[in-house]
């Protein structure tokens, strides 16, 4: 592993609150995805390279170990996912020690309970502040013993929910139990990643009926980022919004993405949403769809992530740990059209301009 210069002790009070301070208001957070080289090994170069984009890009933090970094990575035998942690944090200690405002550091936490509680630990010594739960691994557990698992997770890090779609792992997740969720008091955001309207409302609900408006809700459904940041979700007297969003489409074209997140924290809080910006969720949705493989169920969803960084010069290859996983027919053709009509969606020029000096050990 390269040096270990940029290493600081846990964060401090005063910069975790300020952390916590910068989840509520709202970020830009890239799930970040895992750099192999051609042999399926780590590429500590390229990776570092990945964190350090996002950073110059604008955003306010990173998560690490999630469903774009492979969720295979929390296997013990695959042996990378403290090193992916540890690089990732000494680029946030980096980033920081440069003048950066705090950043927003999430671990993804899997596994049954006493993994996920031995991953939180983990986590919490390597300075990250929050843990995107998975609960995929608990199956069909009742709600208690999917709150009680949280709960022991909440002991180390502050809690990160996390509606993950089924269609690529995810459980069913009721009103009942975020309702539940937002009684934990290390409850500090949720991700809805649920890739549909209606279970989307019921994690908005509960959130609303729970009282707590200390509860950061940021949008993971990738096909509908803009127009979930611009709708004011109203209950009664009750009005919620998406502050942010922790998606794995904002792991590519990431600089304007954190243009479109301002502008739609902007113009919500105005209530004048333009026809305009409307049009750009729309080219969204039509990117995110050929990047994540939507015509074939996700299925080359990482292996697109990888591609779109493969042709700016950030990852040398789309290897996944997963040799199975790759890019589905069709679905390069498919990257190719959307990059093309939607120009004003893509960085190209800003990672060419820099990228040489992020692949500088």
């Known amino acids: 592993m390269a040096s270990s210069e940029f290493i600081q002790p846990t964060t401090p009070t005063s910069r975790r609150s300020e952390s916590v301070a910068a989840l509520r208001r709202g970020c830009v957070i890239p799930a970040h995805p895992l750099a192999l080289d051609s042999q399926r090994r780590l590429d500590e170069r390229r990776q570092r390279a990945l964190s350090r984009y996002y950073l110059a890009a604008g955003a306010g933090g990173m998560a690490v170990g999630v469903h774009t970094t492979q969720f295979k990575i929390h296997d013990p035998r695959c042996g990378l996912l403290e090193p992916v942690w540890q690089l990732a944090r000494e680029e946030f200690d980096r980033a920081e020690s440069a003048g950066s405002a705090p950043l927003v550091r999430v671990a993804g936490i899997c596994g049954p309970t006493a993994q996920a509680v031995s991953e939180a630990e983990l986590a919490a010594k390597l300075g990250y502040q929050f843990g995107l739960v998975n609960l995929t691994s608990l199956g069909q557990h009742d709600v208690e013993s999917m709150i009680d698992h949280c709960r022991l997770i909440g002991e180390s890090l502050g809690l990160f929910g996390f509606y993950l779609q089924p269609a690529v792992g995810g459980i069913e997740l009721s009103y009942k139990f975020w309702r539940r969720f937002c009684e934990l008091e290390s409850a500090s955001a949720i991700k809805v990643a649920a890739f549909d309207r209606y279970r989307t409302l019921d994690v908005v609900r509960a959130v609303a ?16 980022i803009l127009l979930d940041l611009l709708t004011p979700y109203e209950f009664g007297e009750n009005s919620l919004r998406f502050v942010g969003g922790l998606l794995g489409q904002w792991a590519v074209w990431t600089s304007p993405a954190v243009s479109l997140h301002r502008r739609c924290r902007e113009i919500g809080d105005q209530g004048a949403v333009s026809a305009e910006l409307l049009g750009l969720s729309a080219n969204l ?8 493989d939507a015509a074939h169920r996700f299925r080359g969803c990482v292996p697109g992530i990888h ?46 301009e820099n990228l040489a000096a992020w692949l500088t050990d």
Do not use: M
């Open 209 to 224: 009926d729970s009282g707590r408006r200390d509860i950061a809700l940021y949008t993971g459904n990738d096909d509908n």
């Open 285 to 292: 949705t039509d990117a995110n769809g050929a990047i994540f």
């Open 307 to 352: 591609e779109v960084l493969r042709r700016q010069g950030l990852l040398a290859g789309t290897w996944c740990l997963d040799e199975d996983e790759r890019l589905s027919p069709g679905q390069a053709a498919e990257i190719d059209r959307v990059s093309q009509q939607y120009p004003h969606l893509s960085d190209d020029e800003f990672v060419r």
